[in-house]
């Protein structure tokens, strides 16, 4: 089999990530849930976990990065925890459905929603976000990287659009954690909602947002935290404002060994090795008779991701001749993500997504590009 889903999750993971969790699994405690050995080793984990992501996304304090589940649990947390009825809310349509449907759901109770529409190719131009801005709009939630066409989106641009506007930026990082780098200063971001399982190489059920010191959200649960057991309200200060009950303390075990992979190996090298096998693959089939290509390839800076059609062939039906024929995994269809669907014309019929990962191989991009051909040659028949 060959893996070309990466943008759904990354399947090969650190042999280092699986040992973590085998180790988590038969001696983690819970953190701060006591005084034993097992209790604090994992509470020790935890925030050694908190330390790296901080460093990797520049922020001010460890403190301030709350595990969750994934970034649609993030998102979730962020924007239901900061919009409130009668908010004005900016968004745009390359949005996967983890920001839309949260979002659609504060409109129902009140607040008004702006959706910005994107250029030619799926491309947002930020100057369409500081168009819509308005005296009542309170939040901006925009997309790092679209899981569609692998359009990348200058977010420090859309930073200080709204840091000089005093408007709550939320980024989805889903797409870039762990490929792009991130500063979280730098780039004004003040609420940054990341998944453990895709770019960071972690395990699922990993997940995790970054809050701007000063940025108070109400939380989605309270209950368990460890900490002022008498008090009826849950503890308002970071991160255990965000954390009720146990967290996947496993799972973060992997999360904090991909962390320490990444650092060795370096995000810059590993994004030059997905580039390089991208950009393979999309010269490899852009002059396939039939083949067309959706997004923005007239950037360098892009996810390494490659969405297409052959002709009027169904999205779902080439993906799984794709992988009967060919024994090539990828993903068709909507990806989640309507409006940029609705945007490109490729509502009924979806589209193909091959996502590439370090851990592919020039041959595989090649066996890629000549099953695509022949699939192209085929429909022509």
Do not use: F
């Given at each position: 089999m060959i893996y070309f889903d990466n943008a759904a999750t990354t399947m090969k993971k650190p042999k280092e990530v699986v040992e973590a969790v085998v180790n988590a699994l038969t001696s983690m405690g819970n953190a701060g849930r006591g005084a034993n050995e097992a209790s604090l080793s994992a509470s020790r984990l935890l925030y050694d976990t908190r330390e790296r992501l901080c460093r990797l996304f520049g922020g001010t304090s460890p403190r301030q990065i709350a595990f969750t589940a994934n970034s649609t649990e993030s998102l979730n947390l962020a924007i239901q925890g900061l919009v409130r009825p009668g908010d004005h809310v900016i968004t745009t349509e390359l949005e996967h459905n983890s920001v839309l449907r949260p979002l659609y759901l504060m409109e129902s109770r009140g607040a008004k929603l702006t959706i910005v529409r994107s250029k030619e190719n799926?491309?947002?131009?930020?100057?369409?976000?500081?168009?819509?801005?308005?005296?009542?709009?309170?939040?901006?939630?925009?997309?790092?990287?679209?899981?569609?066409?692998?359009?990348?989106?200058?977010?420090?641009?859309?930073?200080e659009i709204a840091r000089e506007r005093g408007i709550c930026l939320i980024v989805d990082a889903s797409q870039t954690a762990g490929v792009f780098p991130i500063c979280v200063e730098e780039m004004k971001i003040d609420v940054l909602c990341f998944t453990g399982h895709k770019g960071l190489l972690g395990p699922q059920g990993t997940g995790g947002l970054y809050v701007r010191e000063g940025i108070s959200i109400r939380p989605l649960k309270v209950g368990g935290s460890g900490i002022r057991t008498f008090d009826r309200t849950h503890p308002g200060e970071m991160p255990t404002a965000l954390e009720a009950g146990t967290l996947n303390g496993h799972g973060i075990a992997g999360l904090n060994a991909a962390l320490r992979y990444l650092e060795r190996e370096g995000i810059h090298r590993i994004r030059e090795r997905e580039q390089s096998l991208m950009w393979r693959f999309y010269e490899g089939i852009r002059e396939i008779p039939g083949i067309k290509i959706y997004g923005d390839f007239t950037s360098q800076n892009r996810c390494p991701i490659v969405t297409f059609n052959i002709g009027d062939y169904d999205s779902a039906d080439v993906s799984d001749a794709l992988l009967t024929e060919f024994g090539i995994c990828t993903r068709a269809g909507g990806h989640c993500a309507p409006l940029m669907h609705e945007a490109l014309g490729t509502k009924e019929q979806g589209a193909v997504r091959f996502s590439f990962s370090h851990e592919n191989t020039e041959e595989e991009v090649d066996f890629g590009i000549q099953a695509v051909r022949t699939l192209a040659e085929e429909e022509e028949e």
């Open positions: 799926g491309v947002l131009d930020p100057a369409a976000i500081e168009d819509a801005c308005r005296e009542d709009t309170k939040v901006i939630v925009c997309t790092h990287g679209s899981n569609l066409t692998g359009n990348y989106v200058e977010i420090q641009k859309v930073g």
